[in-house]
């Protein structure tokens, strides 16, 4: 659901999915924090958002035997985008995942750690900057996540 400038202000509790439009233009879809809105501005699908039990540095992710899994996904981005939010700081983190996108398609959830895009490590980098490799490479990311194991 494309909106302008305007209507977030009205709404500021949406949250921007990433997206991208043409030749390098970039546009954001915004959804409400408990749920997801079709096109016809019904709600559809589960909530999607999720907050971090407590932060996790860089080198937890990485020490071997740790409590996490490394997941890859290949996301192909559609018509509006690859239907995912990153936020956090040094490790980034998946905050949500629009259920009929793409990213949920190639099996993203909410509370992975991001670290790699494209074969570049970002577990040093924040949010906005993870953010601005994804919007402005390819429509093809390959995306590698650390996932905590469920005991």
Same mark, same amino acid.
């Not at 202000?9 to 949250?15: G, N």
């Not at 921007?16 to 970039?26: D, I, K, T």
């Not at 990213?103 to 959830?109: L, S």
């Given at each position: 659901?494309?909106?302008?400038?305007?209507?977030? @202000?009205?709404? *500021?509790?949406?949250?921007?999915?990433?997206?991208?439009?043409?030749?390098?233009?970039?546009? @954001?879809?915004?959804?409400?924090?408990?749920?997801?809105?079709?096109?016809? !501005?019904?709600?559809?699908?589960?909530?999607?958002?999720?907050?971090?039990?407590?932060?996790?540095?860089?080198?937890?992710?990485?020490? *071997?035997?740790?409590?996490?899994?490394?997941?890859?996904?290949?996301?192909? !981005?559609?018509?509006?985008?690859?239907?995912?939010?990153?936020?956090?700081?040094?490790? +980034?983190?998946?905050? @949500?995942?629009? *259920?009929?996108?793409?990213?949920?398609?190639? !099996?993203?959830?909410? +509370?992975?750690?991001?670290?790699? /895009?494209?074969?570049?490590?970002?577990?040093?980098?924040?949010?906005?900057? /993870?953010?601005?490799?994804?919007?402005?490479? *390819?429509?093809?990311? /390959?995306?590698?996540?650390?996932?905590?194991?469920?005991?």
């Amino acid at each position: 659901m494309e909106e302008s400038v305007e209507s977030r @202000a009205l709404w *500021p509790e949406r949250r921007a999915l990433f997206s991208r439009e043409g030749r390098g233009a970039v546009r @954001a879809r915004w959804m409400r924090p408990s749920s997801v809105l079709g096109q016809n !501005g019904h709600h559809r699908g589960k909530h999607t958002w999720a907050l971090l039990k407590r932060q996790v540095s860089p080198e937890e992710l990485q020490t *071997p035997g740790g409590p996490y899994i490394k997941k890859t996904f290949t996301i192909v !981005g559609d018509a509006v985008g690859w239907g995912f939010v990153v936020r956090g700081n040094k490790p +980034c983190h998946i905050q @949500a995942v629009d *259920p009929s996108g793409p990213a949920a398609a190639a !099996g993203m959830k909410v +509370c992975q750690f991001v670290v790699s /895009v494209n074969g570049l490590n970002v577990l040093s980098l924040d949010y906005k900057t /993870v953010s601005n490799l994804i919007l402005t490479g *390819p429509r093809t990311i /390959v995306m590698e996540v650390m996932e905590e194991i469920d005991y």
